[in-house]
């Protein structure tokens, strides 16, 4: 069993910036680690996601050109650092490793087999 831990939330102000990290307990060369989030009443919405290489990284659109996702291999540790944050940013984010050779799109949760229990971001307009 992957035990994933996430740490990094808060509450901050429209426009600031914040970084999360995953701490993932043992990972294989082929796995997918991704972030989501999610609000209550509303289905839990991909974020972004990094091959464990570093070499391929995908982002939903709501973040595209204000979070990056990033990953030490050395540390087992996939980071987010998200800048210029908004309100609609508000929500739990939780971190997932996928399982490999899963034919699941990147942005789909069926494809992440582990998950951690997420971390808050409130961001204040």
């Known amino acids: 069993q992957v035990q994933v831990v996430e740490s990094g939330g808060g509450l901050v102000q429209a426009g600031a910036s914040l970084r999360l990290s995953c701490i993932v307990s043992r990972t294989f060369s082929r796995n997918v680690m991704a972030w989501f989030r999610h609000t209550p009443g509303k289905e839990r919405e991909f974020v972004a996601a990094?091959?464990?290489?570093?070499?391929?990284?995908y982002y939903g659109d709501p973040v595209k050109g204000r979070f990056t996702i990033s990953i030490d291999n050395a540390k087992n540790t996939v980071y987010l650092q998200m800048n210029s944050v908004k309100p609609e940013d508000t929500a739990v984010y939780s971190c997932?490793?996928?399982?490999?050779?899963?034919?699941?799109?990147?942005?789909?949760?069926?494809?992440?087999?582990?998950w951690g229990q997420g971390t808050q971001v409130t961001v204040s307009s």
């Open positions: 997932a490793v996928d399982s490999p050779g899963s034919a699941e799109s990147i942005s789909r949760v069926a494809r992440y087999a582990s």
């Open positions: 990094i091959s464990w290489s570093g070499g391929s990284t």
